[in-house]
Every structure is written in C-alpha cells, then in structure tokens.
T-cell receptor
Framework: RKEVEQDPGPFNVPEGATVAFNCTYSNSASQSFFWYRQDCRKEPKLLMSVYSSGNEDGRFTAQLNRASQYISLLIRDSKLSDSATYLCVVNRARSGGSYIPTFGRGTSLIVHP | GAGVSQSPSNKVTEKGKDVELRCDPISGHTALYWYRQSLGQGLEFLIYFQGNSAPDKSGLPSDRFSAERTGGSVSTLTIQRTQQEDSAVYLC???????????FGPGTRLTVT
C-alpha cells in the first residue's frame, strides 16, 4: 500500500460546483498535513495546511480524520482558475530526525464554463 | 523577498554526460530538499539537507546521483553518466522549520537524448 494515496481524477465540474477530494495515508505516526496546488508545468505551491480541528480559507475547507487516516479538501463555488492538480502531503519525523514529506500523486481538477 | 531559484531552467544533454543542477534556497532556510517529477507522476524525494547534519540520501535512485550543500546555502545536484530515464523535472524546495511549508523553485527540466 502506498504511503499516501489520492484518486488521480480528473474531476470535471462546472463553474459554481462544490467538489471534494480525499487523500488517505498509511502511517499513523504522520504529524503534519498539507494540500498543495500544482498548475501545469509549474512548481507546487502551498494551498493550505490541515489542522486537527479542520480549517477554512475562503472557499476552501480542509479536514483531518486521524482515526480513519485521511484528509480532505472541499472547494465551494468552483472557479475556472481552480483548475489544477491538488497534491496531498503528509509529513512525519523519520529516524535521525529527518522530516521528509511524502507527496501523493495528485488529483486533477478541471472546472469548465 | 526572493524565493527559491534554480538553474538552468532547461537542460538537454546526451546520454552518458554528467550534469549539474543548482538550487539557491530562501535565505535563512535550514532545510533543503531535492525532488524529481516525471511526466504525469508525483514528486519523488531524492535527498534532504538539514543544517549541518549529514544529509538524508535515502531517496537517491543510484550512485550516479549525488548532491552537496555548501555553507548551508546553495546546493548542487550532480547526475553522472546520464541515462534517458533520468529525464524529468528536478525540483528544489527549502523550508524552515523543516516540518512546515515547502517553498519550491521553478525546477530544472532535464532531457537526456
């Protein structure tokens, strides 16, 4: 089983729709969680961190479920500019103190007019 | 402020040649990562530097790959005797503290012919 798994999609939704992505992780020792956005042929950029209590940033809501070992991203009122690949990232301390994030392969979102 | 920079942005090389890729992290960031991303794939961790500690090289795919970080700042990733399967985008990221948000450079697109 991969350490971080995401549905690759693509999720094809109309403008204004609400769309949700899930990401599962296998290591219960995982400590911090993030969603990154990657546009085509660009570098990943942080979208939002994911906190235990859940957090919201405008149209975006992230949640963490430690018991079931998944994180989610909800996008409300989708815009054309939301079209991108969304990467789930899970971080934990390794032996020796390294922090090496594990990236999911990403979920592709296409928002159409 | 200045972000992470990488050079060159594109590199085309012949199979068997050596290449050097450079990364300038954000000033003051103690942690530096190298990843590679093949077309349509997720980010593959290569190597991690944290302060003056020994680097975590657990992601390097073969002994043809090496990296160094001089003075806790600039890093160079070297690929010796390049192979066609080395063709990918090589991304560098820096962060501080190491458990938090990663700032990525624009990447170096390596093509081995």
């Amino acid at each position: 089983r991969k350490e971080v798994e995401q549905d690759p999609g693509p999720f094809n939704v109309p403008e204004g729709a609400t769309v949700a992505f899930n990401c599962t992780y296998s290591n219960s020792a995982s400590q911090s969680f993030f969603w990154y956005r990657q546009d085509c042929r660009k570098e990943p950029k942080l979208l939002m961190s994911v906190y235990s209590s859940g957090n919201e940033d405008g149209r975006f809501t992230a949640q963490l479920n430690r018991a079931s070992q998944y994180i989610s991203l909800l996008i409300r009122d989708s815009k054309l500019s939301d079209s991108a690949t969304y990467l789930c990232v899970v971080n934990r301390a390794r032996s020796g103190g390294s922090y090496i994030p594990t990236f999911g392969r990403g979920t592709s979102l296409i928002v159409h007019p | 402020g200045a972000g992470v920079s990488q050079s060159p942005s594109n590199k085309v090389t012949e199979k068997g040649k050596d290449v050097e890729l450079r990364c300038d992290p954000i000033s003051g960031h103690t942690a530096l990562y190298w990843y590679r991303q093949s077309l349509g794939q997720g980010l593959e961790f290569l190597i991690y530097f944290q302060g003056n500690s020994a680097p975590d090289k657990s992601g390097l795919p073969s002994d043809r790959f090496s990296a160094e970080r001089t003075g806790g700042s600039v890093s160079t990733l070297t690929i010796q005797r390049t192979q066609q399967e080395d063709s990918a985008v090589y991304l560098c990221a820096s962060t501080d503290p190491p458990s938090y948000e990663q700032y990525f450079g624009p990447g170096t697109r390596l093509t081995v012919t």
